[in-house]
T-cell receptor, first 114, second 112 residues
Framework: GAVVSQHPSRVICKSGTSVKIECRSL??????MFWYRQFPKQSLMLMAT?????????EQGVEKDKFLINHASLTLSTLTVTSAHPEDSSFYIC??????????FGSGTQLSVL | DAKTTQPPSMDCAEGRAANLPCNHS???????VYWYRQIHSQGPQYIIH???NNETNEMASLIITEDRKSSTLILPHATLRDTAVYYC?????????????FGTGTKLQVIP
């Protein structure tokens, strides 16, 4: 079946550095991908919708300059957490639909900012 | 805002059926009901979806009420590996661009 690959699975960085997370659709083209953030014992919170070839659409309260999204091809979207701080530590998950089918989710990235 | 409401937690004895309810009283005619589950520190895993008819696959069964305002996910013989948070969401199937918001889900604990 379709697979969404997310990398890295875990990253630890120092405060003030930037971290890039990649999300790839392995066997299908995804014009739209979604990025979620999840804090411990909480549900997934939609951060933004990534559209191939155009600007991402951010949910209210999500800083677009803080969380840079690039969807340069039909199989790759990246989320860059710029100038990361400890409060950005969270579990980040991407997802994508293959055409009219169900959403497939990546395995997630655990970000820890020291 | 999430369009679904679920009980926060449930317990189920191993080997018994787990019945997880979901309310989606504002569901639109073109929206499907999807169920996913999330095991700790992993991405959500697709379980099943349906529009108005009951559905069954190798993982579970989905029962949707006639008015489509609620549904029940049934795991016929729960195992310890079914311990997870289960999310019910509604979404147009023909909408790859349609964003999906998650509710709080139901944490299912399967007890030996």
């Amino acid at each position: 079946g379709a697979v969404v690959s997310q990398h890295p699975s875990r990253v630890i960085c120092k405060s003030g550095t930037s971290v890039k997370i990649e999300c790839r659709s392995l066997d299908f083209q995804a014009t739209t991908m979604f990025w979620y953030r999840q804090f411990p014992k909480q549900s997934l919170m939609l951060m933004a919708t990534s559209n191939e070839g155009s600007k991402a659409t951010y949910e209210q309260g999500v800083e677009k300059d803080k969380f840079l999204i690039n969807h340069a091809s039909l199989t790759l979207s990246t989320l860059t957490v710029t100038s990361a701080h400890p409060e950005d530590s969270s579990f980040y998950i991407c997802s994508a639909s293959r055409g009219h089918e169900k959403l497939f989710f990546g395995s997630g990235t655990q970000l820890s900012v020291l | 805002d999430a369009k679904t409401t679920q009980p926060p937690s449930m317990d189920c004895a191993e080997g018994r059926a787990a019945n997880l309810p979901c309310n989606h009283s504002t569901i639109s005619g073109n929206e499907y009901v999807y169920w996913y589950r999330q095991i700790h520190s992993q991405g959500p895993q697709y379980i099943i979806h349906g529009l108005k008819n009951n559905e069954t696959n190798e993982m579970a069964s989905l029962i949707i009420t006639e008015d489509r305002k609620s549904s029940t996910l049934i795991l016929p013989h729960a195992t310890l590996r079914d311990t997870a948070v289960y999310y019910c969401i509604v979404r147009p199937q023909l909408g790859g661009y349609q964003k999906v918001t998650f509710g709080t889900g139901t944490k299912l604990q399967v007890i030996p």
